[in-house]
């Protein structure tokens, strides 16, 4: 097609990367554009959003953020739902079975930390004085499973060690053991977005909407931010 890019980079936290919504819009743009160059990312949510910046990325397919950057653009095509997990004979459950924890019990005990390489960390997440972290959630999981501190990842993330007793998700008694986080694809509001990067983002769009029942898809929502 005149004026398509020929290649688009995208960059995807590794959370999402089991999610199906953007491995479908790309088949979907694979069948509009069999000609163009697809290159897939995974990066740590921090240095994900610095690839894009410098242009070593067209978008990136990230949680929320805090607060409003001018420099970026944004839509949001999803949401995700984060639960606190721990081994079920982590010391902190007590050897007695599943009891009901506070959240200062979280923050005594160790908590691994997805992070990027920078060392950022999403506060909401990272409440535990003692922290192990790593920009790799595999590895995350590897080291809660072995009973090396506690974690937050998406429930879909997790769902399967959960299933087979691996994991136990954190019984809680004053607070919800679920932070239910937006995703969002973003890219730098002064760089112009090629034809491809348009028709994946509408996609996405569109998948999240029939996902949530609605006929027609609501135009975009490029400059709301939540704080």
């Given at each position: 097609?005149?004026?398509?890019?020929?290649?688009?980079?995208?960059?995807?936290?590794?959370?999402?990367?089991?999610?199906?919504?953007?491995?479908?819009a790309l088949?979907?743009?694979?069948?509009?554009?069999?000609?163009?160059?697809?290159?897939?990312?995974?990066?740590?949510?921090?240095?994900?959003?610095?690839?894009?910046?410098?242009?070593?990325?067209?978008?990136?397919?990230?949680?929320?953020?805090?607060?409003?950057?001018?420099?970026?653009?944004?839509?949001?095509?999803?949401?995700?739902?984060?639960?606190?997990?721990v081994a079920?004979?982590?010391?902190?459950?007590?050897?007695?079975?599943?009891?009901?924890?506070?959240?200062?019990?979280?923050?005594?005990?160790?908590q691994i930390?997805?992070?990027?390489?920078?060392?950022?960390?999403?506060?909401?997440?990272?409440?535990?004085?003692?922290?192990?972290?790593?920009?790799?959630?595999?590895?995350?999981?590897?080291?809660?499973?072995?009973?090396?501190?506690?974690?937050?990842?998406?429930?879909?993330?997790?769902?399967?060690?959960?299933?087979?007793?691996?994991?136990?998700?954190?019984?809680?008694?004053?607070?919800?053991?679920?932070?239910?986080?937006?995703?969002?694809?973003?890219?730098?509001?002064?760089?112009?977005?090629?034809?491809?990067?348009?028709?994946?983002?509408?996609?996405?769009?569109?998948?999240?909407?029939?996902?949530?029942?609605?006929?027609?898809?609501?135009?975009?929502?490029?400059?709301?931010?939540?704080?």
């Amino acid at each position: 097609s005149q004026g398509l890019e020929p290649v688009l980079t995208l960059v995807v936290v590794p959370e999402l990367l089991a999610a199906a919504r953007w491995a479908d819009a790309l088949a979907a743009l694979a069948q509009d554009h069999p000609l163009l160059e697809v290159r897939v990312h995974a990066a740590a949510q921090a240095d994900a959003l610095a690839m894009v910046r410098d242009g070593r990325a067209d978008l990136a397919l990230v949680f929320e953020r805090f607060g409003m950057d001018p420099g970026e653009s944004f839509q949001e095509v999803g949401e995700e739902t984060m639960v606190a997990v721990v081994a079920p004979a982590h010391p902190m459950l007590g050897g007695e079975g599943p009891a009901a924890l506070r959240d200062a019990d979280l923050m005594a005990a160790r908590q691994i930390v997805v992070a990027g390489r920078d060392g950022q960390v999403d506060r909401r997440m990272a409440i535990g004085h003692r922290q192990w972290r790593t920009d790799n959630p595999v590895a995350a999981l590897s080291l809660v499973i072995a009973g090396l501190g506690w974690a937050m990842l998406p429930v879909g993330f997790v769902r399967a060690a959960l299933n087979s007793g691996q994991l136990l998700e954190i019984p809680a008694s004053n607070f919800t053991n679920a932070l239910r986080l937006f995703v969002d694809v973003v890219w730098p509001s002064e760089r112009p977005l090629g034809p491809a990067a348009r028709r994946f983002i509408g996609l996405l769009d569109a998948h999240r909407n029939r996902a949530a029942g609605a006929v027609v898809p609501q135009p975009a929502r490029m400059s709301r931010r939540r704080s």
